[in-house]
């Protein structure tokens, strides 16, 4: 297996928008990230990966760029782009930007100059199509914020396709013109310094010739069968890396949507030189059925264990994956996996250890090295989500649920309990900035804040410094193989890790009670790696687990 420098490294996400506001507009910035570099150092992350820094409309909080190659003005200039990439390099870490290669702004000159006329030469930048036989859209596509995937334009008389909002019209990647801006905007950043990218659906970059129906079988099925895995998307993938991301000590990311472990290879594979590693949604959608806001269910830890091994073993030493438990997308870790009530501050620790010994790159998402919870919005005026805000507006349409049962969807499930901003301190709106936040802060701030757990030896804050520091000591945490130890139990997740003839185990409590266990193994207090207890008991080979307890021990 190569070993690369990405490979070990453990990347935090940066939603920059609520992550440290500096000049007190109630947006967070590029200054307020270099304000927080040292506090990155100290928790011995790797490789800082900014969510869209570039110029937008803001329809969907930066994923929708008018620029690819400039700055949003809320977040700074040019100059302090150059400033953080400096000093995050002397720091010894490294940075990465979000690529969206999918789809742009409305607002973009491109596409601007498409809606022009038919003839214009950035018209085929897009995908546009005749109206269907009734006037209406060409097919059934839908968006995955809501609605029909095709909005009308009146000038020309076609439909544009957008998989996401109207603001955000998908790029006709058949167009080799396409293919040469997005690159040569990759080179520019590429040519900055930037270490690599993280690429946003990038799955769906191809679309299927004729643009057929999707078949009635569940959004999920949808997304892999129609709308990722198109026909040239691997072609494309070589060439990216081939014009560019191989000219450069950099790596990419692929956010892996629609992708699953039987296909995983065809983008990670080494010997097919696309994309260096992804990670996948199994984990991220395990009480997803179909999709959000539909048909939810329990978190079941037998389920995440088979989803685990499943990819382990469909890429085992011939490709690579990070290991993502949260991101900007998905409601808080501790919130939907452990307890962010009674046993808040065990669960939070404990599912971090899961992470990190796990094997692939570690991917965190801000804030939960805090154990940051779930927000509980009261009413639909404070939601900030166009996903979120487009399903109640759908609702309120089809009165599939109540107001108060949609709203309260949301609060599980919306995209808004990941982009609260970093709760720095127990001053007001946590520290993060002096003025109104652009996102409510959560009212938890009081008691979850960084400053309270800087100063508490026992806080999340400073057991996941420990952990990731224990990280970066042993390479048996992310190269070691795996055996499952009683694999179907409802309750524990236990594993055992081997590389070079050292061994650990990692012991994990996924219930509010205590549990006995017969380790079969002769281990005692002295082989305790890390533990979220301050106390553990073995007698006899039997270890007696707290409530969400989590224990590595180690055997020579």
């Not at 959000?292 to 382990?312: A, N, Q, T």
């Not at 380790?519 to 039997?542: C, R, S």
């Amino acid at each position: 297996m190569e070993l690369s420098w990405f490979k070990k490294g453990t990347i935090y996400q940066i939603y920059p928008r609520s992550f440290n506001d500096s000049n007190n507009d109630g947006i967070g910035d590029l200054r307020g990230i270099i304000d927080k570099l040292e506090y990155l150092e100290r928790l011995h992350v790797d490789i800082l990966w900014l969510s869209p820094i570039f110029s937008s409309p803001n329809d969907d909080n930066g994923y929708d760029i008018s620029d690819y190659c400039a700055i949003m003005p809320e977040f700074g200039t040019m100059e302090d782009f150059d400033e953080l990439l400096e000093k995050t390099h002397d720091k010894g870490m490294r940075l990465i930007l979000d690529l969206v290669a999918n789809h742009c702004s409305d607002e973009h000159i491109w596409f601007e100059e498409a809606k022009k006329s038919k003839d214009n030469p950035y018209r085929d930048y897009f995908h546009w199509r005749s109206p269907s036989a009734d006037g209406g859209p060409p097919n059934n596509w839908k968006s995955f914020f809501g609605g029909s995937a095709w909005e009308y334009d009146e000038a020309s008389g076609e439909y544009y396709l957008h998989l996401f909002t109207r603001k955000q019209p998908d790029l006709n990647w058949e167009n080799p013109k396409v293919r040469e801006e997005i690159y040569d905007a990759m080179r520019f950043w590429l040519d900055k310094g930037v270490d690599g990218f993280r690429m946003d659906v990038i799955p769906l970059i191809s679309k299927r010739k004729g643009y057929p129906d999707a078949p009635d079988v569940g959004f999920r099925k949808i997304l892999e069968d129609v709308y990722a895995n198109g026909p040239r998307l691997h072609e494309y993938l070589r060439e990216m890396n081939d014009k560019v991301i191989s000219h450069y000590d950099a790596f990419s990311l692929a956010e892996g949507v629609g992708i699953n472990h039987t296909n995983a290879g065809l983008y990670i594979d080494y010997d097919r030189k696309e994309l260096d590693m992804l990670y996948h949604f199994d984990i991220l959608e395990c009480t997803i059925v179909n999709g959000k806001f539909e048909e939810p269910s329990p978190f079941d830890l037998v389920k995440m264990k088979h989803i685990y091994k499943k990819w382990r073993d469909a890429v085992h030493e011939k490709g690579w994956l990070a290991n993502a438990m949260g991101n900007h997308d998905f409601a808080r870790m501790v919130s939907r996996f452990g307890d962010d009530t009674t046993y808040w501050l065990a669960s939070a620790k404990m599912l971090l250890m899961m992470q990190a010994t796990q094997n692939g790159t570690l991917n965190i998402y801000q804030g939960d090295e805090i154990g940051m919870t779930n927000l509980i919005l009261g009413a639909i005026e404070d939601v900030r989500d166009v996903q979120s805000l487009n399903f109640y507006k759908e609702n309120i349409e089809t009165k599939r649920y109540s107001e108060a049962l949609a709203l309260t969807m949301i609060n599980a499930e919306g995209r808004d309990n990941a982009r609260t901003p970093i709760q720095w301190s127990d001053e007001k709106h946590g520290g993060f900035s002096n003025s109104d936040p652009w996102l409510q802060v959560n009212p938890n701030y009081t008691k979850i804040n960084v400053k309270h757990q800087e100063d508490d030896p026992d806080s999340i804050l400073n057991f996941y410094r420990a952990l990731l520091k224990v990280r970066k000591q042993y390479d048996i945490f992310v190269y070691g193989t795996i055996e499952e130890l009683a694999f179907e139990n409802p309750d524990l997740y236990i594993y055992k890790k081997t590389l070079e003839g050292e061994t650990i185990v990692v012991i994990l409590n996924f219930r509010e009670v205590s549990i006995d266990f017969e380790l079969g193994e002769p281990f005692d207090q002295a082989d305790v790696i890390l533990n979220n207890y301050k106390t553990m008991h073995i007698e006899e080979g039997v270890i007696h687990l707290q409530p969400y307890q989590g224990i590595i021990l180690k055997r020579q």
